[in-house]
C-alpha cells in the first residue's frame, strides 16, 4: 500500500569516503532533498583507507542496512566494497564516476587516482581534519578532553547532537556532544569550562517520540518503553530546560531545523562567544 505523502521515512544512509567526505555529504543532502519527507539517518566514515577501516564501515553497514554512497579511489578497497554491499543486497553509489568518467573521455586523459586530490594539503586542510577527529573521538559522552572542544552539545536523545557535530567539524569547529540522561551525573569539567561555548539542543515531545519509534522499527524492537512513553519524554525535556537555565547555556529548539540550520545557529553563537571570552 503506498504511503501518505506526509509520512516522514528514515532510512540509513552510509558515506564511505576516502578524504574527508565533504563531498559526498555534499552530494547526499542535495540529493535527498528531492524527496519530501525522507529523513536520512546518516553515517559517515571518511579517511577510508585502509582494509581494516573499509572493514569497520562495512560491518556498520550490515548491521544498519540502508543506501551507501561512495568516493574510492583504490581499486581493491573499491572492488571490496562493492563485492560486499552485492553480497549484502544493499545499493552501492560511486557518486563521482559519472563526472569522471565523461571528463576523462572528453580530455582523452585518465585520472591521476589519488585520493583527496581536489584538496590542497594547507593549514586550513589540516584544521578540518583535527576538527573532524576530534567531534568523532568525543560523539556521545566519549573523550575526556572537553576543555579542547570549540562547542559542546547537551540534549537528551533524538535531538540531533551527532550530526550536527560532524557537520560543525567539517567546518572546521572541535565539536563534543554529551547526552542529557536525567539522574545520569555529568563530567564535572563541564561547569568549570569558560572558553568553550556550551549550546543546550531541545525539540517538542511529539517531535522526539516520532524519532525514537522510528528507531525503534530500525532496531525491530515494538515492546512498550519509556523511550518513547509521552511523559517520560516530557520529564526529559524540562529537565534539560531548567538544566540550561540554571547555567545560563545557550539553547536551540530543532524542532524545524535541517542540521545546517542548526549548525549556522551555533556558528553565529561561537562567533559572538569568541568576542567576549
Not at 15 to 35: H, Y
Not at 90 to 115: F, N, Q, W
Not at 116 to 135: F, H, K, V
Not at 224 to 251: M, N, P, Q
Request: proline residues 6%; hydrophobic residues 40%; contains cysteine.
Amino acid at each position: 500500500m503506498p504511503r501518505s505523502p506526509d509520512t516522514e521515512v528514515y532510512f540509513h544512509l552510509h558515506m564511505i569516503s576516502d578524504s574527508t567526505g565533504e563531498t559526498l555529504m555534499g552530494v547526499m543532502r542535495a540529493s535527498v532533498a528531492q524527496f519530501e519527507n525522507a529523513e536520512p539517518i546518516e553515517h559517515l566514515f571518511a579517511l577510508v583507507r585502509s582494509p581494516k577501516q573499509l572493514e569497520r564501515a562495512l560491518d556498520h553497514v550490515a548491521a544498519y542496512p540502508g543506501v551507501v554512497m561512495y568516493t574510492m579511489v583504490n581499486p581493491d578497497l573499491r572492488r571490496t566494497l562493492e563485492d560486499r554491499c552485492a553480497a549484502l543486497g544493499i545499493p552501492a553509489i560511486a557518486v563521482l564516476d559519472p563526472v569522471e568518467a565523461t571528463l576523462s573521455g572528453y580530455l582523452g586523459a585518465p585520472m591521476i587516482g589519488r585520493a583527496g586530490a581536489q584538496r590542497a594539503l594547507d593549514a586550513d586542510y589540516y584544521r578540518r581534519i583535527e576538527a573532524m577527529n576530534y567531534s568523532m573521538a568525543h560523539d556521545d559522552g566519549q573523550g575526556e578532553d572537553l576543555a579542547g572542544a570549540e562547542v559542546i552539545l547537551l540534549g537528551i536523545s533524538r535531538t540531533s547532537k551527532t550530526p550536527t557535530s560532524v557537520y560543525l567539524g567539517h567546518r572546521g569547529i572541535r565539536t563534543a556532544n554529551i547526552p542529557l540522561v536525567p539522574g545520569a551525573p555529568l563530567p564535572e569539567v563541564l561547569f568549570e569550562l569558560t572558553k568553550p561555548l556550551i549550546v543546550g539542543l531541545t525539540a517538542s515531545p511529539e517531535r522526539i517520540i516520532q524519532i525514537r519509534r522510528n528507531r525503534l522499527l530500525n532496531l525491530k524492537e515494538d515492546r512498550s518503553t519509556d523511550y518513547v512513553d509521552e511523559a517520560r519524554v516530557k520529564e526529559e525535556i524540562i529537565y534539560a530546560k531548567r538544566l540550561f537555565a540554571k547555567h545560563g547555556w545557550a539553547s536551540i529548539d530543532v524542532t524545524r531545523r535541517s542540521i545546517e540550520e542548526t549548525a549556522a545557529k551555533v556558528i553565529n553563537m561561537l562567533n559572538e562567544h569568541r568576542n567576549t571570552v
